[in-house]
Structure formats: C-alpha cells, structure tokens
C-alpha cells in the first residue's frame, strides 16, 4: 500500500503546493509526542527486579509496544547500571515521571498549535481562491451577456439591412444616415445620427441604448430621448470597447491603421469600432476563459478534498499514539465546520459553469462540452515503448554497419570529397535528433520533478508531446538516416550509379523529412508539427507577433543550433549548384555571397530574440529587465561577428578582439544563467550560492550543473586556437562542438522551467488568466 504521504505529494497541485497540510512535518510531531511517551514509561522499583529477569531470560521487551531489538541492551544497561538490591528512590522516580509527562504534554501541546496553524492557513488560502474564482465567474457571465446581446444586435440589424436592399424603394436618405451599423462593423459608443421620429430604426437605436444600460454602460442625462430629439446625438459617459490583443501581425496592423485613421472620429465621439471578427474573437476569449476557470474549480475541489483526508489521516495517528481521543474528535469536529469543507459554493459555480458552456458554447450538447471541460488524456500505449526499443536497437546495428563500411571504403581519409558534400546533411539530422532526445529527457526529468512544462508552456495536455513521443521521433529519425547512410555508401563503392546520382540520397531524405513536417493530414503528430511551425514563424516575424514563453524559450534552443542553421544553408546551395549545373561546388564555400550567408545566419537567432525582448519590454510596462536581456544577445552577435571574421582574416589585431568580446559575452551569459534564468547564485539564501526553494533535495547537482555550463560556455576557445587538423578532424571537432552545445541547452533546459516554476508557485497560478474582451471605457462627459 502507498504512504499516504506519498499520494498526497503525487496528487497535489504543484502550484499550491505551500498552501497544502504539511504532513510530513505533522507526522513528525506525531513521532516526537511517540518519543515522549515511551520516555515518560520508566520502570519503577516493583518492575525492576522483574524488568532485569526478563532481560536475562530472553529480552521481552513492554507487551504494549512489542519487541525491539534494542530491549535487550536496555536492559542490560539497567542491570548493571544500579546494583540488583538496590531500588530506586521514590522522590527520583516521581522526578523523572512528572519531568517525561510534563515533557508528552508539551509535544501535545506544540502539536495542536501547529495543527491549528494548518487549518488557518488552508482555509484562508480555500476562501481567498474561492472567492476570486466566484468573482471571476460573475464577471465571465456579464461577459457573455453583453457577448450575446450584441451578437444579436448585430444579426439582427443585418437581417433589416438586407430587407431595406431587397424593397423596390430605397430607403429615405435620413434613414442610411441614422444608422450607425454598417455590414462589416458596428460602431458602439458613437453618435447613433440624426432620428426621425417614427422611424423604424429608432427602435435599434433604442435597443442598442438599452443594451449597454442593461449591461453596465451608463449615459449621461436622465432625458435622453429628449436629448436625442432636440440634438439628434447621444453621448455616452462610458463606453464599451473591445481589448482584442495584438498577438498577430495583422492585429498589430489592424490596431495601428485603427488608432492613425480612426482616432480621430472615435475619440471625438468616445467610441470604439464592433465588428463581426471582433466578435468572433471575443467568443472565442469567454470561451477559453470559461475553460480554465472550471479548470481551476477541479483544482479547487482537489485541493479540499486532499487536505480533509490530510487532516482525518494524521489526527488517527495522533489519536493512537497519545490516546487523546477528546482533542482528536474536538478538532475533527472542528475541520468539519471549516469553511473548505462546508462550503458548496465551489460545487455550484462548476455545475454552473458546466451548463452555461453546454448552453452557449457547445449546442446544447453535454459530451461535446466535457470534450473542452473535461479533456481525457490518451492512454500511455505500450507499443510507443516497443517501437522506441526497436527503433533504438536498428539504430544501434545499422551504426555498427556504417562504421565498418566507411572503414573499409575510405571515406574519412582527406582526398575524399565526402566531408563536404554529404556530411552537413547528415550532420543536420543527427543534431536535431541529439535534441529532441534531450528534449525527451527534460520532459521525463519535468515530470519527476512535478514540473508543470505544460501548464508554463500553454500546452494542451491530451495532445502534448510525451517523453516516449520524444524518444520515438529522435530513434526514428536515427534510424532512417543511418540507413540512408548505409545505402548511399553501398551505392557508392558499387559504381553502378554515378556520383551524381548517389549524392541526391541525402537531398532526398531531407526532402521527405520537409514534406512529413508540413502533411496535413492527423498523422505523425500533427498538432506537435502545426505547433512547431506555428512558433517558428513566431519567431522569424518578431517582434510583430505577441511573445509567449514558449516562443522565447524556442528562440534559445535556435541560438544553440546555429551550426545546424550553416549545414542547411551550405546543404541548400550544393544541391542547388549539383541541379542547375551552373556553377562549381566551391562556389557554396569561398564565394563572397556565402560569406555574407555565414554572417547572416550566425547573427539571426540571436536577432530574434533581441527583438523579442524589446517586445517583452514594451508590452511589460518598460522592464529593464528585458532591455537588459536584449543586451546580452547584442553582445552575443558582436562576439559572433569578431571570430567569423577571424576566421578570415587571422591577424593579432583581430585575435585580441575576438578574446575581448568572447569573453565579455560570455560573462555575460554566464550571469544571466545563474542568475536571471536558474535563480541561483543568492547570496543570501540559507542554501550557499542557491537559492531558498530547491526542487532537487541532494544539493551537489546544482553546484556541479553550474560548473558544467561554465566550463560549456568556454567552447569559443576552440576557434582561436588554430589547431593543426586535417579536413576530417576539422568536421569531427565541428561537430562535437556543436554537439555539446546542444548537450549543454538541454541541462540548462531543466533548470529554467524550475525555476519558473518556483515562481508560478510563489504567486499560486495554477490556472491561465485569459484577458477579457469588454471593458468598460468612462470618458468625459
């Protein structure tokens, strides 16, 4: 049977985590008030004698608590620790009695302090939750009201239009100029135009009025069909707008052609523009809010439903150690009457969700509404684990076939052209697979961990990638690729084939490997490769899309692929150069515009996530901190243009400035690391250069994590050395170091989402909060 304690740690929400029963450290309490039990049983004068022929007949320890191995020694301890006729003192055991009492007590009475100071802080946590999820429920379902009647408007105006188009008059010029709705937007807020009495579309008017009034938009003015009459406008004392956030370049677009052309008019009137989109966008903002606030209800109900069971578990072992039944049952009783355990109010706001979603949001159909509100994860199959250990051993063999082969061939020797033409593509795969198989690792560590990747990620958790997905996508990949290796040396040293022929292998395999990437059929996990590209183009269009913290957290895994980047691009031009014909081979590695490519490519992951901190900077009410984190991916980029140039032109001058910058980035990074990514390094925490909250309890391997990334960070020292290599050695050192980048990328991947993580529970965000799409808007009468 599991331990309970064990469960619970299993079961809890990592972020409230704080706020559950410690019930490890109350099961302490409960081992300590044991203690001073067995303590306060001292064997008196009568029980000696009996006490020490016991010992000498076989060591029976107290029949109340059983045998123990060290009964014997107590005992023999006790024989010949006083002499056999001597009895002890009445005054002296009386002493030790009330001393180990008065001590048992004590214990008692620190426990039900401490007990009591647990149900405090679960209770309040319990009504402060509850609380904000009833207050945010209230403000969802005015939300969705306004959502509605404005929907309604809107359909139902379009239908008067449509009639109006249809009629063989047209209608009176007054009427087109009073309406303020138009067939691709509806303009809430501003002047509603001139009204003729008795037109039909004052009761649109009037019911656009009553809407807003009904929904918390007031107007100025107790007459105001007076005031219509007599001015023919209408002004509002606040006014509904719309917050649909940028995240999209359209959007950004959308929203700076609105405040440059129509400010102007809007904000003379206090008005902002409704449209069909808008609307759309808004249902889909209230529904994905309703999602996560029934979320956080479940999570709610865990959490009271864990720390009944904690209580009731650790006041029975309390009960049984010290036989205090009355405190136990009086404070049972009183964890009843809590407000965490009373309260339905929690129950009632999910089955109010619950219906509102099947309502408005799924047709009225309950198994389409649990599909969003209740999402099952697929089942873990064994045949993911069997097709990783397949894929893994194919793996295994077909190397072992390759290295033999190459051996025999001389392919590596340095007249061979094989280094140049083939190895950047096969070099591609085997770095990508290097990192989703250490993805596949952080993935597995996370989850040991209680890391919440998903949640930190905004990941659906029934579609994201599992750590055995990882493994089967990086030993598949493997697999096929060294089997293509094997086959184009087959073909190779054959000679059926020219060499022309045989070097479109590689070419052909990449070109398999694109199209998979972009099928778009739900195969080959699809919404993984729509995830991937959908954060790819994230990032290459920053900062014009909304940063979220997997597109940044993307953008650092691209600045440690950059060699992977310069195989592509000299992949890309071989193959163009071998399929037009129309240049020589050398032209992909000496001609100026390749050396221009090399800069390009070396500078523009670092580009991306310049920008996306400048991005962080602005929509974050101008934190330093991102301008800051800029400055160290400019750093970063001037370093990588000084050892590219070096690399041409090999000069002292340009030696010293290569060892200047390197070093200045790489103290750079360095910092940012330890200090800003992992939160470590804090000099005043209680654990030496950590910090105060440590996920991993054996404190060694964050001290030999901080050694390792630093001796990483110094592999720059490789390109000034100017090693004497050939050819092939020149690639193999290429590639290990390239390798260990990506090695040293997935160890600092662990501890960047702890210590995110740390932070998420340091202000108790288990669920997301979805911005809201109406707010209200109060302008100057």
Same mark, same amino acid.
């Given at each position: 049977?599991?331990?309970?304690?064990?469960?619970?740690?299993?079961?809890?929400?990592?972020?409230?985590?704080?706020?559950?029963?410690?019930?490890?450290?109350?099961?302490?309490?409960?081992?300590?008030?044991?203690?001073?039990?067995?303590?306060?049983?001292?064997?008196?004068?009568?029980?000696?004698?009996?006490?020490?022929?016991?010992?000498?007949?076989?060591?029976?320890?107290?029949?109340?608590?059983?045998?123990?191995?060290?009964?014997?020694?107590?005992?023999?301890?006790?024989?010949?620790?006083?002499?056999?006729?001597?009895?002890?003192?009445?005054?002296?055991?009386?002493?030790?009695?009330?001393?180990?009492?008065?001590?048992?007590?004590?214990?008692?009475?620190?426990?039900?302090?401490?007990?009591?100071?647990?149900?405090?802080?679960?209770?309040?946590?319990?009504?402060?939750?509850?609380?904000?999820?009833?207050?945010?429920?209230?403000?969802?379902?005015?939300?969705?009201?306004?959502?509605?009647?404005?929907?309604?408007?809107?359909?139902?105006?379009?239908?008067?239009?449509?009639?109006?188009?249809?009629?063989?008059?047209?209608?009176?010029?007054?009427?087109?100029?009073?309406?303020?709705?138009?067939?691709?937007?509806?303009?809430?807020?501003?002047?509603?135009?001139?009204?003729?009495?008795?037109?039909?579309?004052?009761?649109?008017?009037?019911?656009?009025?009553?809407?807003?009034?009904?929904?918390?938009?007031?107007?100025?003015?107790?007459?105001?069909?007076?005031?219509?009459?007599?001015?023919?406008?209408?002004?509002?004392?606040?006014?509904?707008?719309?917050?649909?956030?940028?995240?999209?370049?359209?959007?950004?677009?959308?929203?700076?052609?609105?405040?440059?052309?129509?400010?102007?008019?809007?904000?003379?009137?206090?008005?902002?523009?409704?449209?069909?989109?808008?609307?759309?966008?808004?249902?889909?903002?209230?529904?994905?809010?309703?999602?996560?606030?029934?979320?956080?209800?479940?999570?709610?109900?865990?959490?009271?439903?864990?720390?009944?069971?904690?209580?009731?578990?650790?006041?029975?072992?309390?009960?049984?150690?010290?036989?205090?039944?009355?405190?136990?049952?009086?404070?049972?009783?009183?964890?009843?009457?809590?407000?965490?355990?009373?309260?339905?109010?929690?129950?009632?706001?999910?089955?109010?969700?619950?219906?509102?979603?099947?309502?408005?949001?799924?047709?009225?159909?309950?198994?389409?509404?649990?599909?969003?509100?209740?999402?099952?994860?697929?089942?873990?199959?064994?045949?993911?684990?069997?097709?990783?250990?397949?894929?893994?051993?194919?793996?295994?063999?077909?190397?072992?076939?390759?290295?033999?082969?190459?051996?025999?061939?001389?392919?590596?020797?340095?007249?061979?052209?094989?280094?140049?033409?083939?190895?950047?593509?096969?070099?591609?795969?085997?770095?990508?697979? /290097?990192?989703? $198989?250490?993805?596949?690792?952080?993935?597995?560590?996370?989850?040991?961990? =209680? &890391?919440?990747? +998903?949640? %930190? !990620?905004?990941?659906?958790?029934?579609?994201?990638?599992?750590?055995?997905?990882?493994?089967?996508?990086?030993?598949?990949?493997?697999?096929?690729?060294?089997?293509?290796?094997?086959?184009?040396?087959?073909?190779?040293?054959?000679?059926?084939?020219?060499?022309?022929?045989?070097?479109?292998?590689?070419?052909?395999?990449?070109?398999?490997?694109?199209?998979?990437? /972009?099928?778009? $059929?739900?195969?080959?996990?699809?919404?993984?490769?729509?995830?991937?590209? =959908? &954060?790819?183009? +994230?990032? %290459? !269009?920053?900062?014009?899309?909304?940063?979220?913290?997997?597109?940044?957290?993307?953008?650092?895994?691209?600045?440690?692929?950059?060699?992977?980047?310069?195989?592509?691009?000299?992949?890309?031009?071989?193959?163009?150069?071998?399929?037009?014909?129309?240049?020589?081979?050398?032209?992909?590695?000496?001609?100026?515009?390749?050396?221009?490519?090399?800069?390009?490519?070396?500078?523009?992951?670092?580009?991306?996530?310049?920008?996306?901190?400048?991005?962080?900077?602005?929509?974050?009410?101008?934190?330093?901190?991102?301008?800051?984190?800029?400055?160290?991916?400019?750093?970063?980029?001037?370093?990588?243009?000084?050892?590219?140039?070096?690399?041409?032109?090999?000069?002292?001058?340009?030696?010293?400035?290569?060892?200047?910058?390197?070093?200045?980035?790489?103290?750079?990074?360095?910092?940012?690391?330890?200090?800003?990514?992992?939160?470590?390094?804090?000099?005043?925490?209680?654990?030496?250069?950590?910090?105060?909250?440590?996920?991993?309890?054996?404190?060694?391997?964050?001290?030999?994590?901080?050694?390792?990334?630093?001796?990483?960070?110094?592999?720059?020292?490789?390109?000034?050395?100017?090693?004497?290599?050939?050819?092939?050695?020149?690639?193999?050192?290429?590639?290990?170091?390239?390798?260990?980048?990506?090695?040293?990328?997935?160890?600092?991947?662990?501890?960047?989402?702890?210590?995110?993580?740390?932070?998420?529970?340091?202000?108790?965000?288990?669920?997301?909060?979805?911005?809201?799409?109406?707010?209200?808007?109060?302008?100057?009468?």
């Amino acid at each position: 049977m599991v331990k309970f304690s064990r469960e619970l740690e299993a079961q809890l929400i990592p972020e409230w985590k704080d706020k559950f029963v410690n019930y490890r450290q109350l099961k302490k309490h409960v081992k300590k008030i044991k203690l001073a039990h067995l303590r306060s049983s001292v064997p008196s004068s009568d029980d000696h004698q009996h006490n020490a022929a016991s010992a000498a007949g076989g060591g029976c320890s107290n029949d109340s608590y059983g045998f123990s191995l060290f009964d014997p020694i107590r005992s023999l301890f006790s024989i010949h620790g006083r002499r056999r006729d001597d009895p002890i003192p009445a005054d002296e055991e009386n002493l030790f009695e009330m001393i180990f009492v008065q001590s048992r007590e004590d214990e008692v009475r620190e426990f039900l302090e401490k007990l009591e100071v647990e149900l405090e802080k679960v209770n309040n946590f319990y009504i402060n939750t509850e609380r904000e999820f009833c207050e945010r429920g209230e403000i969802l379902s005015k939300q969705l009201q306004i959502l509605l009647d404005l929907k309604q408007l809107y359909h139902d105006h379009h239908r008067l239009r449509r009639r109006q188009c249809h009629s063989p008059t047209s209608p009176p010029a007054s009427l087109s100029n009073s309406t303020s709705f138009s067939e691709t937007e509806t303009e809430i807020g501003s002047p509603l135009g001139d009204v003729a009495p008795g037109r039909e579309t004052g009761v649109t008017e009037e019911a656009i009025i009553a809407t807003l009034e009904r929904n918390g938009v007031s107007f100025l003015g107790l007459g105001a069909k007076a005031k219509m009459k007599k001015t023919g406008r209408l002004r509002a004392a606040a006014t509904l707008r719309i917050d649909i956030p940028a995240t999209t370049p359209a959007r950004s677009i959308s929203m700076v052609w609105e405040e440059m052309v129509k400010s102007s008019s809007s904000r003379k009137e206090g008005g902002d523009y409704v449209n069909k989109k808008k609307l759309q966008r808004a249902e889909k903002m209230i529904r994905e809010a309703f999602v996560h606030l029934y979320k956080g209800v479940g999570h709610l109900n865990t959490y009271s439903s864990l720390n009944i069971e904690a209580f009731r578990k650790i006041l029975k072992k309390f009960e049984k150690v010290s036989n205090q039944r009355h405190e136990a049952g009086s404070f049972s009783r009183k964890v009843k009457r809590s407000h965490f355990v009373s309260s339905d109010k929690v129950l009632k706001l999910g089955d109010e969700v619950e219906s509102i979603f099947t309502k408005h949001f799924a047709s009225n159909d309950r198994k389409k509404a649990m599909k969003f509100l209740r999402p099952q994860q697929p089942k873990e199959s064994h045949i993911i684990t069997f097709l990783v250990g397949l894929f893994t051993g194919s793996f295994v063999t077909l190397f072992t076939v390759y290295a033999i082969l190459a051996h025999l061939c001389g392919i590596f020797s340095s007249e061979s052209d094989y280094m140049e033409t083939v190895y950047p593509i096969f070099s591609v795969f085997a770095l990508i697979s /290097l990192h989703i $198989f250490l993805y596949g690792c952080n993935i597995l560590a996370w989850r040991g961990c =209680r &890391v919440n990747h +998903n949640f %930190i !990620f905004e990941f659906s958790p029934n579609t994201a990638l599992k750590y055995r997905d990882a493994f089967l996508i990086s030993a598949s990949l493997m697999t096929a690729v060294v089997a293509a290796l094997v086959a184009h040396l087959l073909l190779r040293s054959a000679g059926v084939y020219s060499q022309q022929h045989v070097d479109t292998i590689p070419g052909a395999l990449l070109l398999v490997f694109t199209v998979l990437l /972009l099928l778009p $059929f739900n195969v080959f996990y699809r919404s993984t490769r729509y995830c991937f590209l =959908r &954060v790819i183009r +994230n990032i %290459i !269009f920053s900062p014009l899309y909304k940063v979220l913290m997997v597109d940044f957290f993307m953008a650092d895994q691209l600045t440690s692929q950059i060699p992977l980047l310069r195989h592509m691009e000299l992949a890309t031009c071989y193959f163009m150069v071998s399929g037009f014909k129309g240049q020589p081979y050398e032209t992909c590695t000496r001609s100026q515009q390749y050396k221009l490519m090399a800069y390009i490519i070396s500078f523009l992951p670092y580009y991306w996530r310049a920008m996306q901190c400048l991005r962080r900077y602005m929509e974050e009410g101008y934190d330093m901190n991102q301008l800051a984190n800029a400055g160290k991916y400019i750093s970063a980029m001037v370093a990588a243009a000084a050892r590219l140039k070096y690399a041409v032109e090999g000069t002292p001058m340009w030696l010293g400035i290569v060892i200047l910058t390197s070093t200045g980035a790489t103290l750079y990074q360095l910092f940012w690391d330890m200090v800003k990514d992992w939160g470590l390094l804090d000099l005043g925490s209680s654990n030496r250069f950590l910090r105060d909250e440590l996920i991993l309890k054996n404190k060694s391997y964050y001290y030999v994590s901080m050694c390792l990334n630093f001796v990483l960070r110094l592999a720059w020292i490789e390109s000034v050395m100017r090693l004497s290599l050939n050819q092939v050695e020149h690639r193999l050192i290429d590639f290990l170091l390239a390798s260990l980048e990506i090695i040293r990328r997935g160890h600092w991947n662990f501890y960047r989402l702890e210590n995110e993580q740390l932070n998420n529970a340091d202000k108790f965000r288990a669920v997301k909060c979805v911005p809201l799409p109406f707010s209200e808007m109060v302008s100057e009468g």
